[in-house]
């Protein structure tokens, strides 16, 4: 999900997109979760707002597939990102900004999919992302509006909790004040 408005970070930085943060790597927030998401192996659609032409460049540079919705928060988002590839068995929802969200963890919470509708990331005791879903979800899904995202979904269905040892899933950006600083 790369389609909120930064509106904190925006504030806070002169009016830049979190997601164009750099990192100690040099490469931005956007380009570090893409890749990550990507070495997953797993099939990955980007959402985007159509106003984003700088982060679609970057995603069709990635070789990234990606949908463009004005959404008017995260649940029309995800809704947009799950009609768009209805025939998918499942679906991984995933928070641009969250750059140390590793591989390893998108592949845990899809394989909890093979036993469960509904699986989450958990760190510690804090519940965090990717969250998934089987195909089953799909009206659900679809039906999202406003900014809750799935979390009425994740609470009203069983859920399995995947436990994962990647501080990453628990991790986002919202100010360039939580930026990583580069090593001295």
């Known amino acids: 999900m790369a389609a909120g408005l930064s509106r904190r970070y925006r504030a806070a930085s002169g009016g830049q997109h979190k997601l164009f943060g750099r990192l100690p790597s040099g490469d931005t927030v956007f380009e570090q979760s893409l890749r990550h ?36 928060g995260l649940g029309e988002s995800i809704a947009a990102g799950v009609a768009a590839t209805a025939g998918w068995p499942g679906w991984l929802v995933a928070l641009a ?24 990331a958990v760190y510690g005791e804090q519940a965090g992302h ?34 994962v040892d990647d501080p990453g899933c628990v991790w986002d950006i919202d100010l360039p004040s939580q930026l990583p600083r580069p090593a001295q």
């Open 37 to 72: 998401a990507q070495q997953s192996g797993l099939s990955v659609r980007v959402i985007l707002r159509p106003e984003d032409t700088g982060l679609q460049a970057l995603a069709a540079q990635a070789g990234a597939a990606f949908h463009c919705v004005a959404s008017g």
């Open 130 to 163: 990717p969250v998934g879903f089987r195909a089953e979800m799909l009206s659900a899904l679809c039906a999202l509006t406003g900014d809750e995202g799935a979390r009425a979904l994740l609470n009203s269905s069983p859920s399995a909790r995947v436990v």
């Open 97 to 120: 900004d969250m750059p140390q969200l590793t591989p390893e963890t998108y592949l845990q919470v899809n394989a909890a999919l093979a036993h469960a509708r509904c699986a989450r």
